[in-house]
Each structure stands twice: as structure tokens, then as C-alpha cells.
């Protein structure tokens, strides 16, 4: 039987019947059915195995750090330092508990796909018509549908009547598609196969027959799923550069422990002490607040973010925003409204201009510029009227719920702002016939009595559908004169006036108007030439000035959609997305061979800002391209079509008011006002915390590096230890974390979105943070080994009262040293530091804990540490602040 799904569109009715063997009359026989559903199987999505909850909580301990810090509280445990121990496995546990919690929930797209299938099918089999699971369809079985139903398999259409399909979750397509049942060009995308019909899709109007061409996995749908399962799921930024700062932090780490205990071994130093000290200082080495903080932070800004409309489905996906150079978004609902508008209407010799929202009853029309009352204006009032009353849309002005085509929505629409009510007009007007609207005619009429509305005849004939379809059937036209002969000069006026509205992104639509006697009559001979109507899915208001926004910030927009090429470039320049209308759109058929494109073919490609009739798996391609050449990818998207391209970007956001379930679950992002403008928010969030991160990460190790060189000092002269091990335990468990996790919070400036993103392969700490590092942690040792000094020989300190001064003195500077991490172009006392309140809670409650530390009975005495006095206090206090002077004269000369 070969493989008939293949070019299904391009055969003829009795060509796909032939060769699947079955007549449409009878349907297949129950033995036949048996045998093909053993050979084809059932009609359903596959489910792809996915990884189980014990994976997922496996997954959560393999980064590096994560394995460094397991060892830190082995070896802290191993001493009895049962306070580092405890609060390194306290990070693990919430680190593991939250990803686990979030990872669990991100890749449900399958299960979503799976809950398509549930459906049921009326067949005709053996001659009669049954409802059978749809699952239990196979090829070559004849299908009976119609309006409201679900599609159950892929079908070519074998007879239909008026029948339209809203494909827009498969297709990205915004409007109702309305079907035939001719064959077509083989080579077409999805969107233009307009005699088959997709599983999954909805019959949204009339009814028909259509035979089985593909079930299951062979499907678009399937396919779809299939692609879904098989995305490349990327790691985000942060778990790479994460990972690579742990690496490095292991080798510091065995450096220190081997460096410290050598020298202090060298110099005399008992071998214990050094051994507890240099296991202490690797301890120290590694920062543990790190991932706990990190989490945190992450999880403050998706808090944020859900106050602004966008819920995160992965952690770590908030901070990938930030590095997000490229966004390839949809155009309906997204960039614009999803709802069609009339906009511009032509008459004989007028142009006029419809305003109002989409759906609001209130509105103005206006002509040059100039105010317009359509209830004193008799041509445009005749149009408006015949719009409404040649339609089968349904429309309440009140609570704003609408039922039918888009289309006939907005000219439902565009009479009420014209004061012209359907239900009130149809009282006076009652229709008695209608010649539905046919995709071969594309026109509609409906013939409605008029005996008491002033007419000669007694029936009004109303007609609405593409000019070339109805400019034909009329004989004149209704101008400011009056009613005139209709030439072929006034014909060709116009086309021309058509083709530029449609050049400018409309929808055209004609409309003609008669009057007759006998209501049975042809409708469509003698009509009077009204004029056209240009309807768009105008633009969202704000977006504009969002993707201003993100030129300015380095992030290149990139329209990915499945509408046809001038709508797509005409809303690219309403938008601001590209400046000229002649700007190349490239068709999704330039996609489908990336793997094969020279270097300057793959260029072209990435710099191309509009892409039109894209299908899912040139989706796919264009992300994976971009990554290939370093990109960060956001896309957006809603229908199941988009789900794969979702699954493969850095991120995916998915709409959450008319998005399906199978593409909000594949996201890493749903907004949930389906607003462009809440991206842009999102992604200044990101890049906030990212800064974030990388403050608290300084902060940290800096002050870790300090105390490292400060006993490692202190150890290769020969000289007592400034600090003993469980004092360096304490700072890092319990000093050091709140300042950080103050940093962590913060909410950074607007001035990060004046700058370009970051480099996708910048690492957490790049060269010059490192060097920061060394700088600070040589004034901080510096500083503690100058006010040990300075309490053991000057003030004539014991060992202990000396060792406390030191312990404070770091303690201290290392408080003080948060300011240090503000940007260098502000000021010391006015920035995004000392204006965060969080900060001063720290500073309070870490200078609590050191007084406790220093005077609480018990916990001064396991320590080891006694009250300094009035001169210690002074020698601390002065010394822990030149840290603070020192970085804010670097930051200005640096700056």
C-alpha cells in the first residue's frame, strides 16, 4: 500500500482511494480494519520514555560544586566541626529539594500531547455510520465530521460543504482555514495543503467526509511529538559557568591544603593544629554559601517575575534570561493584538479610517484627518450594513464575548461603533436565505426582506468576498453622485486601490449590495459596487517601544511565523522590528537544509530578521542555528506546533491566556498576559540577578581568599596563626552567608538594560573578577595581619586577646567589604548597595553574632575568644574600614 500520507495533497480523491484501497460509500470491513491496525497500530501519540523522579534527584547532586561541598562536610564532620558540617549539607539539601520540585514539573509536554488523542470519531464502516475511540482509526478508514468536532487522524478531505478549520495551534496560522478537496502542488507547506486536515485541529464550521492518510505517530501531530521528545534540552549558562567555577575551586582548594599544612609543618607548627588549619582553610576555600545564596536569589526573582506576568518554570532559567542575545517571537497574539480590526475603507471616492479598540462598541471614523458621523454618511452607512447583515458571527458589545470567524467579528465590530446591532437589524431585515461563503467562489450573500424599509423591491440582497470575486457581478457602483456605470476603467481603479491595501498588510474584502423581487432569484447578477474594506490584526500598543528597547540592550528580535510574507512585513514595520519595507522575508523553506549551508549561507540566514510559513521543524532549525554560531534563544510561542522550538531554545516562553497546554508545559517561561513588553521585563530581571550572583560569588571569595593568605602568611614566617580553625568555620558559616544572600536579593539598577548582553561564554568570574579577588584578599590578610601585629607588639596583647583582635578585624572588614561590590560609577553612599534594606538587616545581625561570639559565656570560650577592650575596639574598628577606603579609591580610579 506504500506510504499514501507522503503527498496525499497532491493526488486526486480517487487516486488516495484507490490506493488505500476502500470506497467511500462503504468504509472498510472489520476484517480489513483488524488487519491494518495490526500492521499500522493504533491511532495514538507514543509516550516517550521520560526520566523518573529518582533520576531527577540523582541529576541534583552532579554538579562539581555540588560534589566539593559533599567532601568539605565529610571532612568537617571528620573533626567535629559539627556547625560547618550541618549547614554545608543544609545548602545541599535545598539546593537538591528546590531543583528537584522544579525539574519534576518541566518536561510534561508528552503527557499533554497524549490527552489529544482522547477523543471520539464517527466512521463509516461496512456501509454504516458508528462512533468508535479515535485511537481505534486506521488507514484507509472514512471519517464523517463536522462543525465543533476534533480532527482525529490525518485526513484528505473526500467531500465537504463550507467546511473551515482553525489550524492555528498546528500551523501558527490566525485565521480560519477554509478547505477543498482538489489536489495540489506536491512541494507545499503545511499551511497551504488545504485539501487534507491534521489531527488535533477543529472543524469550526460546515461538514464533510475524509479518509484516513496517516494515524498515530505519523501524523503532523505525531511528528510534532516526536520532534518534542527528540529537542535537545539545552543547560542553561549558569549550570556551565557554575560548574566550571567549581572545577577551578577544587584545584584551589588542594592547593591550599597542601600549601598551609607543608608550611606550618616546616616551620615548626604542630602537626595537628596545622592539619585541623589547613582543613579548615580548604573548607574555607570553598564557599558554601554559594549555591544556597544562589538559589535563593533565583527564587527571589522568580517571585519578581510572577508580579510581572511571567511565571519560571526552571530555576536557573531566570538567570539565562539575562544572557539572552536573540528572540525569535510569533506575530499573532504576540507582537499583535489577535484580533482583527477594519481599519481603512475605500468608497468610489473616500478613503476612510476606522479607530476604536478591537472589540470596543465605542469608536470614531474619520476621512483626511477629519471626523465622520457614519449615520449622516449614506454610502458608508450601505456598507457597514451589508457587513453586518452578510455574516454569522455573534457579537455582545456588553461583556465583549464574540463567536465566529475573526474576520466577521471585526465588521460585527466596525458597525456597532457605527451604531448598527445585528439582532436589531436582522428584526427589521429578517433574512430569509443565505448562499453560504465557498472557498472556490470565495464569496457569501444573504437575501433579506425589506418591503418597510423604503426600497423599491421587496428583498435587499447583501454580499461580501474577495474583489476578484465580486467586482465581476456588478454593474455599477454608488458614488457621491449617485449610482454609476461601472467601466472597465473604474475596474482597474479598483484592483489597484485592493492590491495596495493588501501590499500594506490588509485582508481585502469587497462588498456589493441589490435589491429584488422573487427572494429565490440569483443573487449575485446586477450587483452595485459598494466598496472595500481593509481589516489587520493591528499591532499591540506597547510593543514598540519594547523592541526599542531591546535594540538598545544588544538583543536582536526575530519575527518566526506562519502567516504569509507581507503581513509579516508590513506588522515588522509597524512594530519598529526592521525600518524599511523592503526588507528580505525569507520563506521557512530556506531552513530546510541548514546542516548543508556554507558559512556565509548560514550568516545570511542568522542576520535575516522575518521569517514567514515556518513549519515546527524549521522552527527547530532556525534555534538550532543560532546556538550554533553562540546565540542565547528565547522563543516564543502558543500552539503544539511550537512546542519543539520551545523545548530547544535556551528559553522558551509560551502564552499563557491563549497558549495550548502542550506548549506552556514545554516552556521554561509562560506569560501570563501574553504581552512582548513582559519579555523585556523578564530578561532585565535576569540580567540583574546574574550581576547578583556575581557580586555575592566576590564577595565571598574574597573574603575567603583573605583569611587563606593571612594563616598561610602567617605559617611560612614562622609566626602564631592570626586565626584558629574553628574561628574560620564560624566566620564562613555563619558571618559571611547573610551579607551575601542580602547581595543575592537586591533588585539592581535599569542601567543594565543599556548595555549589550553579556558574552554567552563569559564565565561567573571572569579574569578581572579574579584579580579583584586577589587584590582584596591581599588588603583584607594585609589588614589582619597588620592589626595582629599591632595588638601582639604596640598595645602588648596576649596571644588570645591578639588573636581576638585579628578574628574581629576580619570579621569586620569583611562586613564592611560588601560595599566594595557596588558599581564602580556610583557613588560610596548612593547606589544599589546601600539603598538595599537587606544589607543593613545583615550588617545588624552578623554584628550581633559577633558580640555573642566575643562575650556570650560558653560560646566565647569554645572560640577561644576574649573581650578586646577599649584599645582592641579601636584597633579594630579603624582597621576593618581600610578595606572599604581602599576599594572605593580603586573603584574611582578604575571607573
Same mark, same amino acid.
Given at each position: 500500500?506504500?506510504?499514501p500520507?507522503?503527498?496525499?495533497?497532491?493526488?486526486?480523491?480517487?487516486?488516495?482511494?484507490?490506493?488505500?484501497?476502500?470506497?467511500?460509500?462503504?468504509?472498510?470491513?472489520?476484517?480489513?480494519?483488524?488487519?491494518?491496525?495490526?500492521?499500522?497500530g493504533?491511532?495514538?501519540?507514543?509516550?516517550?520514555?521520560?526520566?523518573?523522579?529518582?533520576?531527577?534527584?540523582?541529576?541534583?547532586?552532579?554538579?562539581?560544586?555540588?560534589?566539593?561541598?559533599?567532601?568539605?562536610?565529610?571532612?568537617?564532620?571528620?573533626?567535629?566541626?559539627?556547625?560547618?558540617?550541618?549547614?554545608?549539607?543544609?545548602?545541599?539539601?535545598?539546593?537538591?529539594?528546590?531543583?528537584?520540585?522544579?525539574?519534576?514539573?518541566?518536561?510534561?509536554?508528552?503527557?499533554?500531547?497524549?490527552?489529544l488523542?482522547?477523543?471520539?470519531?464517527?466512521?463509516?464502516?461496512?456501509?454504516?455510520?458508528?462512533?468508535?475511540?479515535?485511537?481505534?482509526l486506521v488507514?484507509?478508514?472514512?471519517?464523517? *465530521?463536522?462543525?465543533?468536532?476534533?480532527?482525529?487522524?490525518?485526513?484528505r478531505?473526500?467531500?465537504?460543504?463550507?467546511?473551515?478549520?482553525?489550524?492555528?495551534?498546528?500551523?501558527?496560522?490566525s485565521?480560519?482555514?477554509?478547505?477543498?478537496?482538489?489536489?495540489?502542488?506536491?512541494?507545499?507547506?503545511?499551511?497551504?495543503?488545504?485539501?487534507?486536515?491534521?489531527?488535533?485541529?477543529?472543524?469550526?464550521?460546515?461538514?464533510?467526509?475524509?479518509?484516513?492518510?496517516?494515524?498515530?505517530?505519523?501524523?503532523?501531530?505525531?511528528?510534532?511529538?516526536?520532534?518534542?521528545?527528540?529537542?535537545?534540552?539545552?543547560?542553561?549558562?549558569?549550570?556551565?559557568r557554575?560548574?566550571?567555577?567549581?572545577?577551578?575551586?577544587?584545584?584551589?582548594?588542594?592547593?591550599?591544603a597542601?600549601?598551609?599544612?607543608?608550611?606550618?609543618?616546616?616551620?615548626?607548627?604542630?602537626?595537628?593544629?596545622?592539619?585541623?588549619?589547613?582543613?579548615?582553610?580548604?573548607v574555607?576555600?570553598?564557599?558554601?554559601?554559594?549555591?544556597?545564596?544562589?538559589?535563593?536569589?533565583?527564587?527571589?526573582?522568580?517571585?519578581?517575575?510572577?508580579?510581572?506576568?511571567?511565571?519560571?518554570?526552571?530555576?536557573?532559567?531566570?538567570?539565562?534570561?539575562?544572557?539572552?542575545?536573540?528572540?525569535?517571537?510569533?506575530?499573532?497574539?504576540?507582537?499583535?493584538?489577535?484580533?482583527?480590526?477594519?481599519?481603512?475603507?475605500?468608497?468610489?471616492?473616500?478613503?476612510?479610517?476606522?479607530?476604536?479598540?478591537?472589540?470596543?462598541a465605542?469608536?470614531?471614523?474619520?476621512?483626511?484627518?477629519?471626523?465622520?458621523?457614519?449615520?449622516?454618511?449614506?454610502?458608508?452607512?450601505?456598507?457597514?450594513?451589508?457587513?453586518v447583515?452578510?455574516?454569522?458571527?455573534a457579537?455582545?458589545?456588553?461583556?465583549?464575548?464574540?463567536?465566529?470567524?475573526?474576520?466577521?467579528?471585526?465588521?460585527l465590530?466596525?458597525?456597532?461603533?457605527?451604531?448598527?446591532?445585528?439582532?436589531?437589524?436582522?428584526?427589521?431585515?429578517p433574512?430569509?436565505?443565505?448562499?453560504?461563503?465557498?472557498?472556490?467562489?470565495?464569496?457569501m450573500?444573504?437575501?433579506?426582506?425589506?418591503?418597510d424599509?423604503?426600497?423599491?423591491?421587496?428583498?435587499?440582497?447583501?454580499?461580501?468576498?474577495?474583489?476578484?470575486?465580486?467586482?465581476?457581478?456588478?454593474?455599477?457602483?454608488?458614488?457621491?453622485?449617485?449610482?454609476?456605470?461601472?467601466?472597465?476603467?473604474?475596474?482597474?481603479?479598483?484592483?489597484?486601490?485592493?492590491?495596495?491595501?493588501?501590499?500594506?498588510?490588509?485582508?481585502?474584502?469587497? *462588498?456589493?449590495?441589490?435589491?429584488?423581487?422573487?427572494?429565490?432569484?440569483?443573487?449575485?447578477?446586477?450587483?452595485?459596487?459598494?466598496?472595500?474594506?481593509?481589516?489587520?490584526?493591528?499591532?499591540?500598543?506597547?510593543?514598540?517601544?519594547?523592541?526599542?528597547?531591546?535594540?538598545?540592550?544588544?538583543?536582536?528580535?526575530?519575527?518566526?511565523?506562519?502567516?504569509?510574507?507581507?503581513?509579516?512585513?508590513?506588522?515588522?514595520?509597524?512594530?519598529?522590528?526592521?525600518?524599511?519595507?523592503?526588507?528580505?522575508?525569507?520563506?521557512g523553506?530556506?531552513?530546510?537544509?541548514?546542516?548543508?549551508?556554507?558559512?556565509?549561507?548560514?550568516?545570511?540566514?542568522?542576520?535575516?530578521?522575518?521569517?514567514?510559513r515556518?513549519?515546527?521543524?524549521?522552527?527547530?532549525?532556525?534555534?538550532?542555528?543560532?546556538?550554533?554560531?553562540?546565540?542565547?534563544?528565547?522563543?516564543?510561542?502558543?500552539?503544539?506546533?511550537?512546542?519543539?522550538?520551545?523545548?530547544?531554545?535556551?528559553?522558551?516562553?509560551?502564552?499563557?491566556?491563549?497558549?495550548?497546554?502542550?506548549?506552556?508545559?514545554?516552556?521554561?517561561?509562560?506569560?501570563?498576559?501574553?504581552? *512582548?513588553?513582559?519579555?523585556?521585563?523578564?530578561?532585565?530581571?535576569?540580567?540583574?540577578?546574574?550581576?547578583?550572583?556575581?557580586?555575592?560569588?566576590?564577595?565571598?571569595?574574597?573574603?575567603?581568599?583573605?583569611?587563606?593568605?593571612?594563616?598561610?602568611?602567617?605559617?611560612?614566617?614562622?609566626?602564631?596563626?592570626?586565626?584558629?580553625?574553628?574561628?574560620?568555620?564560624?566566620?564562613?558559616?555563619?558571618?559571611?552567608?547573610?551579607?551575601?544572600?542580602?547581595?543575592?536579593?537586591?533588585?539592581?539598577?535599569?542601567?543594565?538594560?543599556?548595555?549589550?548582553?553579556?558574552?554567552?561564554?563569559e564565565?561567573?568570574?571572569?579574569?578581572?573578577?579574579?584579580?579583584?579577588i586577589?587584590?582584596?584578599?591581599?588588603?583584607?590578610?594585609?589588614?589582619?595581619?597588620?592589626?595582629?601585629?599591632?595588638?601582639?607588639?604596640?598595645?602588648?596583647?596576649?596571644?588570645?586577646?591578639?588573636?581576638?583582635?585579628?578574628?574581629?578585624?576580619?570579621?569586620?572588614?569583611?562586613?564592611?567589604?560588601?560595599?566594595?561590590?557596588?558599581?564602580s560609577?556610583?557613588?560610596?553612599?548612593?547606589?544599589?548597595?546601600?539603598?538595599?534594606r537587606?544589607?543593613?538587616?545583615?550588617?545588624?545581625?552578623?554584628?550581633?553574632?559577633?558580640?555573642?561570639?566575643?562575650?556570650?559565656?560558653?560560646?566565647?570560650?569554645?572560640?577561644?575568644?576574649?573581650?578586646?577592650?577599649?584599645?582592641?575596639?579601636?584597633?579594630?574598628?579603624?582597621?576593618s574600614?581600610?578595606?572599604?577606603?581602599v576599594?572605593?579609591?580603586?573603584?574611582?580610579?578604575?571607573?
Open positions: 500500500m506504500g506510504s500520507a507522503i503527498a496525499a495533497h497532491a493526488q486526486s480523491v480517487e487516486h488516495v482511494l484507490q490506493t488505500l484501497e476502500v470506497k467511500k460509500e462503504r468504509g472498510l470491513s472489520a476484517r480489513e480494519v483488524q488487519r491494518r491496525r495490526e500492521q499500522y493504533a491511532n495514538r501519540i507514543q509516550k516517550v520514555k521520560r526520566r523518573s523522579r529518582w533520576q531527577i534527584l540523582l541529576d541534583q547532586f552532579k554538579s562539581p560544586i555540588i560534589a566539593l561541598l559533599g567532601v568539605a562536610s565529610l571532612l568537617s564532620f571528620a573533626f567535629q566541626e559539627w556547625i560547618e558540617g550541618v549547614a554545608v549539607l543544609i545548602a545541599i539539601g535545598l539546593n537538591a529539594a528546590i531543583g528537584f520540585v522544579t525539574e519534576s514539573k518541566a518536561v510534561q509536554s508528552m503527557a499533554a500531547l497524549q490527552e488523542s482522547h477523543t471520539a470519531a464517527t466512521v463509516r464502516r461496512q456501509g454504516q455510520l458508528e462512533q468508535i475511540p479515535a485511537e481505534d488507514l484507509g478508514d472514512v471519517v464523517v *465530521f463536522e462543525a465543533g468536532d476534533l480532527v482525529p487522524a490525518d485526513l478531505i473526500v467531500e465537504r460543504s463550507k467546511l473551515q478549520v482553525d489550524e492555528s495551534a498546528l500551523t501558527g496560522e485565521l480560519p482555514v477554509s478547505k477543498t478537496i482538489d489536489p495540489l502542488a506536491t512541494d507545499l507547506p503545511l499551511a497551504e495543503q488545504t485539501n487534507l486536515l491534521f489531527k488535533g485541529t477543529a472543524i469550526t464550521r460546515g461538514s464533510g467526509s475524509g479518509v484516513v492518510v496517516a494515524v498515530g505517530m505519523e501524523t503532523k501531530l505525531g511528528q510534532i511529538s516526536q520532534l518534542t521528545a527528540e529537542a535537545k534540552e539545552e543547560v542553561t549558562p549558569l549550570e556551565k557554575l560548574d566550571q567555577l567549581g572545577r577551578r575551586l577544587i584545584w584551589i582548594t588542594l592547593i591550599v597542601v600549601f598551609v599544612a607543608v608550611a606550618g609543618i616546616l616551620g615548626g607548627k604542630d602537626l595537628l593544629l596545622m592539619v585541623e588549619t589547613a582543613i579548615a582553610l580548604s574555607a576555600a570553598v564557599p558554601e554559601g554559594l549555591p544556597i545564596v544562589a538559589t535563593i536569589a533565583l527564587a527571589r526573582g522568580m517571585w519578581r517575575m510572577a508580579q510581572r506576568n511571567a511565571l519560571i518554570h526552571r530555576l536557573s532559567a531566570v538567570e539565562t534570561l539575562g544572557a539572552t542575545n536573540v528572540i525569535c517571537t510569533d506575530k499573532t497574539g504576540t507582537l499583535t493584538e489577535n484580533r482583527m480590526t477594519v481599519t481603512q475603507i475605500a468608497l468610489a471616492d473616500a478613503e476612510i479610517q476606522g479607530m476604536g479598540e478591537a472589540l470596543e465605542a469608536g470614531e471614523f474619520s476621512a483626511d484627518h477629519q471626523g465622520i458621523n457614519p449615520g449622516q454618511h449614506e454610502r458608508l452607512q450601505a456598507l457597514l450594513t451589508v457587513g447583515l452578510c455574516n454569522n458571527a457579537l455582545s458589545t456588553r461583556d465583549r464575548s464574540r463567536i465566529g470567524d475573526p474576520t466577521e467579528i471585526a465588521l465590530v466596525a458597525g456597532a461603533k457605527a451604531g448598527l446591532d445585528r439582532d436589531a437589524l436582522l428584526k427589521t431585515m433574512e430569509v436565505r443565505e448562499i453560504a461563503f465557498d472557498s472556490d467562489s470565495k464569496r450573500a444573504t437575501v433579506h426582506r425589506a418591503a424599509q423604503g426600497w423599491s423591491e421587496p428583498y435587499r440582497v447583501a454580499v461580501k468576498g474577495a474583489l476578484e470575486s465580486v467586482l465581476p457581478l456588478c454593474t455599477q457602483q454608488w458614488t457621491a453622485q449617485g449610482l454609476q456605470d461601472l467601466g472597465e476603467a473604474e475596474r482597474r481603479q479598483w484592483s489597484e486601490r485592493s492590491e495596495a491595501m493588501a501590499s500594506s498588510g490588509l485582508r481585502v474584502l469587497g *462588498f456589493a449590495q441589490k435589491q429584488m423581487s422573487d427572494p429565490k432569484a440569483d443573487p449575485y447578477r446586477h450587483l452595485t459596487w459598494l466598496g472595500l474594506v481593509g481589516l489587520l490584526d493591528p499591532p499591540r500598543q506597547p510593543v514598540k517601544e519594547a523592541i526599542a528597547a531591546c535594540h538598545q540592550a544588544g538583543i536582536r528580535v526575530i519575527m518566526v511565523t506562519g502567516d504569509q510574507p507581507i503581513t509579516a512585513r508590513n506588522i515588522g514595520v509597524a512594530v519598529g522590528l526592521v525600518q524599511e519595507a523592503e526588507t528580505q522575508v525569507r520563506l523553506e530556506a531552513l530546510n537544509h541548514v546542516d548543508q549551508c556554507s558559512p556565509p549561507e548560514a550568516q545570511a540566514l542568522v542576520q535575516t530578521p522575518i521569517f514567514a515556518v513549519s515546527p521543524k524549521q522552527k527547530l532549525d532556525l534555534i538550532t542555528l543560532h546556538q550554533r554560531q553562540g546565540s542565547i534563544v528565547a522563543m516564543t510561542g502558543d500552539g503544539v506546533n511550537d512546542a519543539p522550538a520551545l523545548k530547544q531554545a535556551d528559553i522558551g516562553i509560551a502564552m499563557g491566556q491563549r497558549g495550548t497546554q502542550v506548549a506552556r508545559e514545554a516552556a521554561d517561561m509562560v506569560l501570563q498576559d501574553d504581552a *512582548f513588553p513582559t519579555i523585556l521585563v523578564a530578561i532585565a530581571q535576569g540580567r540583574n540577578i546574574f550581576a547578583n550572583i556575581r557580586k555575592f560569588t566576590l564577595y565571598l571569595l574574597s573574603g575567603n581568599v583573605g583569611e587563606i593568605i593571612a594563616v598561610a602568611i602567617a605559617s611560612l614566617l614562622g609566626a602564631p596563626l592570626p586565626l584558629l580553625p574553628l574561628q574560620i568555620l564560624f566566620l564562613n558559616a555563619v558571618s559571611d552567608v547573610f551579607p551575601a544572600l542580602a547581595l543575592g536579593v537586591g533588585e539592581g539598577t535599569a542601567a543594565v538594560m543599556h548595555s549589550p548582553p553579556r558574552d554567552s561564554q564565565p561567573v568570574l571572569p579574569h578581572r573578577s579574579w584579580i579583584a586577589g587584590l582584596y584578599g591581599l588588603i583584607i590578610a594585609g589588614t589582619v595581619l597588620a592589626s595582629f601585629a599591632v595588638a601582639l607588639q604596640v598595645l602588648a596583647f596576649d596571644l588570645s586577646q591578639a588573636v581576638t583582635v585579628s578574628f574581629l578585624t576580619l570579621a569586620f572588614a569583611r562586613l564592611w567589604h560588601v560595599f566594595n561590590m557596588r558599581e560609577a556610583s557613588g560610596l553612599w548612593h547606589n544599589e548597595i546601600s539603598s538595599n537587606f544589607i543593613w538587616g545583615a550588617l545588624a545581625l552578623c554584628t550581633a553574632l559577633l558580640l555573642t561570639a566575643t562575650y556570650a559565656p560558653g560560646l566565647s570560650g569554645v572560640l577561644q575568644l576574649v573581650p578586646p577592650g577599649g584599645e582592641g575596639w579601636g584597633l579594630i574598628l579603624g582597621a574600614l581600610i578595606p572599604l577606603g576599594g572605593y579609591w580603586v573603584n574611582q580610579r578604575w571607573h
